[in-house]
């Protein structure tokens, strides 16, 4: 299972160059709406290969990522069982980010090719981008109650680092903050239909994690 994950990982990390690269040599015009505004209207145009920006950005993080993880790895004084769990987490939240950028590498594109289509008020991009962080969020909120202390992921504070309960309950309560701001960002996106599903995702993340901070500290502190 985590060699297949790893290949996933990989897989999710080379994809956008790929197809954009099917899309900026085969189907894109040679000028493409570069920019949009609020509301997915063009405001400026440009060279197809443009389209390459985002996926060299994903390529390069990966690469940092996976130099990141071989740290962790030569560096980490812990159980080796526990550091192998830390790392099999982290490399699931990095798997759903890249999921997460390729459904906007994909939207980029089409919106590169049909500019047009996608200024209807009754579009589902908006609402399938919230969905897609939103989801993101639900599954990152699930998988952090399951992380053990460590120095990379997780509600790292000076009062949660100490023992496996003050974490275990820290990151309990980070986890539902986030799983809350994911069901929020789904209904903003679905409620609104335009970019300003991000001011909902936004707040709700504030509030939910603060929320999050002042009980974790309050509950261990007590105990």
């Known amino acids: 299972m985590k060699r297949f994950k790893q290949l996933l990982l990989i897989l999710f990390a080379v994809l956008p160059t790929v197809y954009t690269a099917v899309a900026v040599f085969f189907l894109l015009p040679d000028t ?28 390069v993080l990966f690469v940092i990522y996976f130099f990141i993880r071989k740290f962790i790895q030569r560096s980490s004084t812990d159980e080796n069982s526990r550091t192998a769990r830390n790392i099999d987490i982290l490399d699931t939240i990095v798997l759903c980010v890249l999921v997460l950028l390729n459904a906007l590498c994909v939207m980029i594109l089409i919106l590169m090719k049909h500019p047009v289509m996608m200024t209807n008020a009754e579009n589902l991009i908006f609402p399938i981008i919230a969905a897609v962080i939103g989801t993101m969020f639900i599954v990152i909120g699930n998988i952090m109650p399951k992380t053990k202390p460590n120095s990379f992921i997780g509600m790292r504070l000076s009062w949660s680092m100490d023992t496996d309960e003050h974490w275990y309950i820290a990151n309990r309560a980070g986890g539902i903050a986030l799983v809350i701001s994911g069901i929020v960002t789904i209904v903003s996106g679905l409620i609104c239909r335009n970019g300003y599903y991000i001011i909902g995702m936004i707040v709700s993340l504030l509030v939910t994690l603060t929320v999050a901070t002042v009980y974790s500290y309050v509950i261990i502190k007590k105990k």
């Open 32 to 59: 493409v709406a570069a920019h949009f505004g609020p509301n997915l209207i063009p405001d400026r145009y440009g060279s197809k290969y443009e389209a390459f920006l985002l996926p060299g950005i994903i390529l």
